[in-house]
């Protein structure tokens, strides 16, 4: 098979969606293209902007903030590496140290924060604390993530946070609220930048229009170091059963996923809810903007400082 574009090499990747046949070189440069196309149509970045890239250490993340890196020249050179350790004994630490090695390599500044810092608690605390709460892992480990990229990001003055979400992420997400019934959160799917906080925060997804298996693939022909190891923790939520349906129907019904990804637009772009006449309060503990008396952060705290006795 000969490569649809540059009609000479062989052809290393198909694109079950499009019918596309790409070499090489062809499929690096159309990963690289398809995310400035999503920042482009979804206005995702303006000059003069400081974008804190949520640096994990997988392959999602390392391939987010190379790619930045390569088509910010000229927009914006203000760019910095955020990074979360939730600590998960013998999972963060190994990635943390492929963040800061990736980092060094790249010349760009690289901020960690810990949960244990921030909340006196790591997620192998929670998950001990949680006793009999049904609440899960992820959704605690979620929630704190949120904030303390939040923290970060206003530490290091950025006004964007860009985060690694792929296409297989931001449908997964989709089923995920829709079987939860929580409609506001599919309307916030919609990849219209809002901004919120005293610094007016926007939170992008470059990568939403990108299968999880184009990055694997891009990620491992661009040799980055990423980390393979899965967090303990991820089988716990039903993300984990809706990742395997969706590949299994992807699977029997090639480019499925990339139809929903567009319905998934259609959708929440229909539903999309003025946030604006959303009430806005101030957290009684943390004085933060929160919908609530108590925001999501100190509530999850408190529970598990209950459950625990503290
Ligand atoms: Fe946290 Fe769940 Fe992700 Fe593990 S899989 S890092 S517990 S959100
Ligand atoms: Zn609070």
Redesign the pocket.
């Known amino acids: 098979m000969i490569c649809n574009k540059c009609h000479q090499n062989s052809g290393i990747y198909k694109r079950n969606y499009s019918g596309e046949i790409l070499c090489k070189p062809c499929f690096v440069i159309s990963i690289e293209k398809k995310v400035k196309k999503t920042m482009n149509d979804f206005s995702m970045v303006n000059y003069g902007d400081k974008i804190a890239v949520a640096v994990s250490g997988g392959k999602d993340s390392l391939s987010l903030l190379y790619i930045l890196k390569k088509i910010l020249k000229g927009i914006t050179s203000d760019l910095i590496a955020i990074t979360v350790d939730?600590g998960?004994n013998g999972y963060r630490d190994e990635s943390i140290q492929i963040v800061r090695q990736f980092c060094t390599r790249m010349n760009i500044e690289n901020k960690i924060v810990s949960y244990k810092e921030l909340f006196e608690l790591s997620?192998d605390d929670a998950v001990v604390l949680r006793n009999s709460n049904k609440i899960s892992?992820?959704s605690i480990?979620?929630t704190m993530r949120r904030r303390a990229l939040d923290l970060l990001a206003e530490r290091s003055e950025a006004n964007v946070i860009a985060t690694g979400h792929n296409l297989d992420d931001y449908i997964q997400s989709f089923f995920i609220n829709l079987f939860s019934g929580d409609i506001d959160r599919i309307s916030w799917n919609y990849p219209k930048p809002v901004e919120y906080g005293a610094q007016c925060i926007r939170k992008i997804k470059p990568m939403m229009g990108l299968y999880e298996k184009e990055i694997i693939f891009y990620a491992l022909h661009k040799d980055f170091p990423f980390q393979t190891l899965e967090?303990p923790?991820?089988h716990e939520?039903i993300r984990s059963d809706i990742r395997v349906f969706l590949n299994q129907l992807e699977e029997s019904h090639p480019g499925i996923k990339y139809n929903i990804y567009n319905s998934v637009l259609k959708v929440s772009k229909g539903l999309k809810i003025d946030l604006t006449s959303k009430q806005s309060l101030k957290c009684l503990i943390c004085k933060r903007e929160s919908s609530n008396k108590i925001c999501s952060v100190c509530r999850t705290v408190q529970m598990l400082s209950h459950t625990s006795g503290i």
Do not use: L, R
């Open positions: 939730e998960i997620t892992s992820c480990c979620g967090c923790y991820m939520s």
